[in-house]
Nanobody, 114 residues
Framework: QVQLVESGGGLVQPGGSLRLSCTAS????????MGWYRQAPGNQREFVAS???????NYADSVKGRFTISRDNAKNTVYLQMNNLKPEDTAVYYC????????WGQGTQVTVSS
């Protein structure tokens, strides 16, 4: 079992930036995938970005060129640097860890509004 704790959400103006962090603890295997999904009210949870422990990354088309995912494997932490934020990025962002099954963070609210 893996536990994930997220931080870094908040309110930001369009064009602004936020950095989300997620730290994993528990039964962690060194080879894994960590990443982010998001869910806006009334919408389904959608994929945002992921990163394997070996360094490979994937991004949703909607965030390519604006968001950057990174990891600090020694700290079991994944980050999401979000730049040039848009109102449509407003959602609860959920960190996940994948090793056969998904483990999820508690979610952190990101609101982009003027």
């Amino acid at each position: 079992q893996v536990q994930l704790v997220e931080s870094g959400g908040g309110l930001v103006q369009p064009g602004g930036s936020l950095r989300l962090s997620c730290t994993a603890s528990g039964n962690i295997f060194s080879i894994n995938i960590m990443g982010w999904y998001r869910q806006a009210p009334g919408n389904q949870r959608e994929f945002v970005a992921s990163m394997g422990s070996g360094g490979s990354t994937n991004y949703a088309d909607s965030v390519k060129g604006r968001f950057t995912i990174s990891r600090d494997n020694a700290k079991n932490t994944v980050y999401l640097q979000m730049n040039n934020l848009k109102p449509e990025d407003t959602a609860v962002y959920y960190c996940y860890y994948y090793r056969g099954l998904n483990s999820w963070g508690q979610g952190t609210q990101v609101t982009v509004s003027s």
